[in-house]
């Protein structure tokens, strides 16, 4: 018998844990109404919540920021390789696993069990053991081969091992409909997180309006990681299979969301945390790769030619209330034409100029020397930093900055 609540552990990318949480609390009351938002704690390297697995599961498609879902099924003391193996074999599987995991993610830190290899053997013996005593019937393993192989991780951490079963399969950021990217793009979940941060700022300034008065603009879009992931913000994934459509438990059905609003779908206009979504980009042929593979599901973003650094008008610019967030280039895997204390601020005039926006976000690397780090900041006036989080993109440490233009 399956227990009512399960501990989730969600993976989260390092500094994006704050507002991961709070995309938690934001869609909590928008997919389930009628349950009070549950307690979710920061932990080491993400969250972890308590919850029902049918819900625990969906999170899978609700949420844009986390990389994964894991279920937590069991935590122990463990110091050899014969207490692993009886406790892995006396664990029932059989709601989750039709036989013995192909992956197996194995760390271990400061614990007797150190040797990865000989874990991975005794895991599996155990395995063998168990499904040979309980084999899963044969429906159910017919439908799991159409799924992404299910993941067990075993995490030992003084002495204590974890074992969480992948609820997601493929990363949750790979969304399944855009198959084209830019030359450097911004991955999906951190574009969904640094747009929601972008929201929660303008609305704690802007007290008397809502994010969903402004308009949003990317003036160097290249794939619109941030047009597509701002104007689909309540929009559920299910445009994709994961790991959890091939749990036993759920019986070949599993769990789907019913959205419960007074309309009983999530309409365009309010799955989207901006009022609209715009952007520009300078390359041609990555303008209308984008169109063709990323945007053709997503008739309200417009997305125009455009030369920021150019001295041409920009089109088609949005009447009212304006919020710009962009990922520049950082002269790493695409070269900047002119040194940072020079691109950058050449960069900041013209967006000052040409789209005067309320609110300014971008995502670059500063540089360590405090002068040029100066030169470039100061560049930004009369915008004032709101906000700031650090983080790692491509594996390049940026920082997401959120600017506020100071009225004299």
Known sequence: MIKNVFCFYLVISPGLEEISLNEIENKWVVFFPDEKIPEIKTVVGGLEVDISLEKGVLLNQILKIPTR??????????????????????????????????????????SRLFHTNKIELTVAKAFQVYFKGFPAKKKYIENAKKFHPTALYIRFDNDICTLSIDTSGEPLYKRSKRPFNGKAPIRENYGAALCFSLKKEIELISKSQSATNFHLIDPMCGSGTFLVEANNWLRPNQERNFSYFSYPCFKLAPPSLFIKNRSNEISQNKSSLFLTSSGYEANATILQ??????????????????????????????????????????????KLSQKPTSYYPSLFKKIKEKINPEFLAVVFPLPEDEKDKNIILSSIKPYKLVKKIAFKNGGIPVFFMIFCRQLS
């Open 69 to 110: 879902v894991l279920l937590r099924l069991k935590e122990f003391k463990c110091r050899d390789l014969p207490k692993l193996y009886n406790k892995i074999k006396n664990i029932d599987w059989s709601p989750f696993l039709t036989e013995a995991p192909i992956s197996l993610k194995i760390s271990c830190h400061q």
């Open 289 to 334: 790769k984008t169109k063709e593979n990323n945007l053709n599901f997503e008739p309200e973003i417009n997305i125009l030619k455009h030369d920021i650094l150019s001295s041409d008008n920009m089109k088609d610019l949005p009447n009212g209330n304006k919020a710009v967030i962009f990922n520049p280039p950082y002269g790493k895997r695409i």
